[in-house]
C-alpha cells in the first residue's frame, strides 16, 4: 500500500516562503514521477510541478514557474516543493501524488496515489 504524506503547509504573508515535503511509503520511489498539484476553494484541481524519476527534468505551471521548485531525495523517498515569493493567489490545498514514467506530466488523471493534502494559505 502506497502512501504520500504531505507536510509543510501554513499561514504566510505575501512575499513570504514556505517549503512542502511529501514522505512516500512503499518501494521504489525512484521509478516514479512525482508531482504537485493545488486545489483553491469552488475551483477545479491544478497542476503545479512535476518531477522525472531521477531529478534530471522539471515542469512546471506557468503560475509558478520562476517562484516554485521541485526537488526530490530518493533516499529519503521524499519529493519537496520550495515556495517562494508567495502571493494570495497561491492559497489552496497542496497535494503530492505519483504516476509512471512517460509524457502528460499536467494531467491529475495520469496519476495514480495521492496525498492528502496540506493547505497553505496567503494572506495580502
Known amino acids: 500500500q502506497v502512501q504520500l504524506v504531505e507536510s509543510g503547509g501554513g499561514l504566510v504573508q505575501a512575499g513570504a516562503s514556505l517549503r512542502l515535503s511529501c514522505v512516500a511509503s512503499g518501494r521504489a520511489f525512484n521509478n516514479y514521477v512525482m508531482g504537485w498539484f493545488r486545489q483553491a476553494p469552488g475551483k477545479e484541481r491544478e497542476f503545479g510541478a512535476a518531477?522525472?524519476?531521477?531529478?534530471?527534468?522539471?515542469y512546471y505551471a506557468g503560475s509558478v514557474k520562476g517562484r516554485f521548485t521541485i526537488s526530490r531525495d530518493n533516499a529519503k523517498n521524499t519529493v519537496f516543493l520550495q515556495m517562494n515569493s508567495l502571493k494570495p493567489e497561491d492559497t489552496a490545498v497542496y497535494y503530492c501524488a505519483r504516476k509512471f514514467p512517460g509524457d502528460y506530466y499536467y494531467d491529475s488523471k495520469e496519476y495514480t496515489y495521492w496525498g492528502q493534502g496540506t493547505q497553505v494559505t496567503v494572506s495580502s
Open positions: 518531477i522525472t524519476q531521477s531529478g534530471g527534468s522539471t
